[in-house]
Nanobody, 126 residues
Framework: QVQLVESGGGLVQAGGSLRLSCAAS????????MGWFRQAPGKEREFVSA????????SYAGSVLGRSTISRDSAKNTVYLQMNSLKPEDTAVYYC???????????????????WGQGTQVTSST
């Protein structure tokens, strides 16, 4: 079965960096675009970033633009999210998801995502 497994979360001081990883198995990785969402307590899940099936296109929420970089390694079936200059408002559970490559125009909608990981906690403290 399809599995997406996130890792790399943790507690970091404001201004620090983290690299999140999402390892995919059970699917043809090149058939899917990948994305990251986050959900803070009491808030809805929100889009963070996405990358096309071939890695040539990326998209970011305004709140992380300039501070984050999404990438993917097809040899490892893994997508990464490098987050720098973390802020307390970045604190959330971060989820990776997979959606059909042809649905790129729906990348910011959680409804477009077919598979989700279990999430990894990111906490940025002052």
């Amino acid at each position: 079965q399809v599995q997406l497994v996130e890792s790399g979360g943790g507690l970091v001081q404001a201004g620090g960096s983290l690299r999140l990883s999402c390892a995919a198995s059970g699917l043809t990785f090149s058939n899917y675009a990948m994305g990251w969402f986050r959900q803070a307590p009491g808030k809805e899940r929100e889009f963070v970033s996405a990358i096309t099936w071939d890695g040539k296109g990326t998209s970011y929420a305004g709140s992380v633009l300039g501070r984050s970089t999404i990438s993917r390694d097809s040899a490892k079936n893994t997508v990464y999210l490098q987050m720098n200059s973390l802020k307390p408002e970045d604190t959330a559970v971060y989820y990776c998801g997979a959606f059909k490559a042809g649905d790129w125009y729906r990348r910011m909608s959680a409804a477009a995502y077919i598979y989700w990981g279990q999430g990894t906690q990111v906490t940025s403290s002052t």
